[in-house]
């Protein structure tokens, strides 16, 4: 109820405008949408489109490789809608039709699911519950590229100390620290 309730009322009072605003700014600095939808995967392996505004020159190939500091394909608009994590604001539309939950283990692309997998144990766990928008991992810090294997590791980590504490006091105490972290902007984004 907690997510349904505040995605209800994220999606009328701030999506409602900044949605539209937003994707006109991007669509006006760079050719191409507005918003990035990529396939992931969510809840016990469902697969599902996840909405992202998007901060990437556009490229209809795809590149999959994560995004790294001073990366050439993030758009000027696009460093501050990561810096800020607006990017993240579609994802509210996820919550309301299933597929997402506000706080949980951020969803991966399936290409980095696959290759973590069966590189870290209990990887799987994470897919215990629905991914979320913000999760204890990107409030502590453990957010941005993975350049070695002991970074994603680490996120797992605290993915995976979500799935077992997972409640609604912890769900409010990482919404508020998410808008704080949002309010000062996120030095770990790019």
């Known amino acids: 109820m907690f997510d349904i309730t505040v995605a209800s009322l994220v999606t009328l009072f701030v999506l409602s405008w900044l949605l539209p605003i937003v ?4 669509r006006i600095t760079s050719p191409g949408p507005g918003l990035f ?3 992931r995967s969510g809840r ?4 599902f489109r996840c909405l992202k505004f998007r901060t990437m020159y556009y490229n209809p190939k795809g590149n999959f490789a994560q995004c790294r500091q001073h990366d050439s394909r993030v758009t000027p608009i696009g460093r501050f809608l ?29 290409q980095h699911d696959e290759m973590y997998w069966t590189r870290i144990p209990s990887y799987h766990k994470r897919y215990l519950v629905r991914p979320g928008i913000t999760g204890l991992a990107q409030v502590r810090g453990a957010r941005g590229e993975t350049r070695e294997l002991i970074n994603m ?9 979500y799935v077992r504490r997972e409640s609604l006091g912890l769900d409010v105490k990482l919404c508020l620290a998410t808008v704080k972290a949002m ?6 984004a790019w």
């Not at 016990?44 to 697969?47: C, E, I």
Request: net charge positive; proline share 5%.
């Open 23 to 26: 994707c006109l700014i991007i």
């Open 37 to 39: 939808r990529q396939v």
């Open 44 to 47: 016990r392996g469902q697969v």
């Open 82 to 110: 990561r810096r800020t994590n607006l990017d993240e604001m579609p994802q509210f539309l996820n919550v309301l039709w299933g597929d997402m939950s506000i706080v949980g283990p951020r969803p991966h692309a399936i």
């Open 153 to 161: 590791k680490h996120r797992v980590d605290y993915d995976l100390l």
């Open 183 to 188: 309010v000062k902007g996120n030095v770990n």
